[in-house]
């Protein structure tokens, strides 16, 4: 496990409320620069960045706000539509969680959709881009993460906190795969290398070979107290970041590479929470107090 000799972080940008949730797109936005959107109590922010690494003449991280949206539920998780470039209207959807109510929306930045569902903690529920319900699975457990993959576009990979893992096929709706471990946290399946998938359990991080066992080939520990987020890298399938569990102020962020034995970055942000990966660049971003932290790192 590691101590929290943190570094700070590679660019910071401002914001005006304490930050849940972050989520870089994916997918590309017909420019240089990437969307990327956050949200807290009760707004969410559209934005583009663009840093120095990919164009010479930013000084550092050029944020630019295209919208705000301000409404009466806090947003705990974010993603984007593969629809969503600058050379049309972009599209977000997310979702809020509080208590046993969850509000759906999609954002066409002038058209909203909302949809109250309850009940839905022991279920995974996907939706079509005009809002209809397109399929159910009913979980064991609170689901934890959900990932669609680009390279496996009929498949769905849903983590359950007690540690199964389960892939579905969406177009006969039933699993084709499961993975297992111990109580997880978050789990996200690899963008760069489909037979990798990764979470946290515990202090530990695991890792799994989905052709080889269907238990992790690889645990390590990672932070002192447990760990709260996985994410892979989306330009590197043996990079990935990891988040520690709110402390009495800072959130340990602690980049990981399969090759090197030890961290290969350390970061500490203030209540830190949510947790994404540049489409293309070894950046990754944490949310703070009024703030949002970017990491770059070698590859």
């Known amino acids: ?28 936005s017909g420019t240089p620069a990437s969307l990327l959107a956050y949200g ?14 990919e164009d010479v003449e930013v000084e550092g991280v050029e944020f630019n706000v ?40 999609c954002f066409l930045l002038c058209q909203q959709l ?38 496996e576009v009929f498949k769905l990979m849903v983590a359950e906190k007690k540690g199964t893992i389960r892939f ?8 084709i795969l499961s993975l297992e471990s111990e109580l997880l946290m978050s789990a996200d399946w690899c963008l760069t290398n489909t037979i990798k998938v990764g979470g946290v359990s ?3 991080w695991l890792i799994w070979d989905i052709t080889r066992s269907s238990y992790p080939q690889e645990k390590r520990p990672a932070h002192i107290d447990k760990a709260r987020l996985f994410r892979w890298s989306r330009a590197n399938e043996n990079l990935f970041a990891t988040t520690g569990c709110p402390g009495k102020i800072n959130t340990q962020l602690i980049i990981h590479h399969l090759g090197h034995p030890q961290p290969v970055a350390i970061g500490s942000v203030t209540v830190g929470s949510g947790l994404s990966w540049h489409r293309t660049l070894p950046l990754c971003v944490v949310g703070g107090d009024r703030k949002l932290c ?6």
């Open 168 to 175: 579905y096929d969406m177009v006969t709706q039933q699993a």
């Open 1 to 28: 496990m590691q101590e929290d000799s943190s570094h700070s972080p590679s660019y910071t940008v401002p914001c005006d409320d304490f930050v849940h949730v972050v989520e870089f797109s994916p997918f590309s």
């Open 294 to 299: 970017f990491w770059m790192t070698e590859m």
């Open 114 to 151: 909302n949809k109250s569902l309850t009940n839905i903690f022991h279920l995974s529920q996907v939706w079509d881009l005009d809002g209809n319900e397109s399929a159910t699975f009913r979980l064991q457990s609170p689901g934890i993460s959900v990932c669609w993959h680009p390279k």
């Open 66 to 105: 295209l919208r705000a949206f301000h409404h009466e539920l806090r947003v705990d998780a974010l993603a984007w539509s593969p629809e969503s470039r600058l050379d049309r209207m972009p599209t977000i959807r997310y979702v809020s969680f509080i208590k046993h109510l969850i509000h759906f929306f």
């Open 202 to 204: 515990g202090s530990d």
């Open 40 to 53: 807290g109590n009760q707004y969410m922010v559209v934005g583009t960045c663009l840093f120095q690494e």
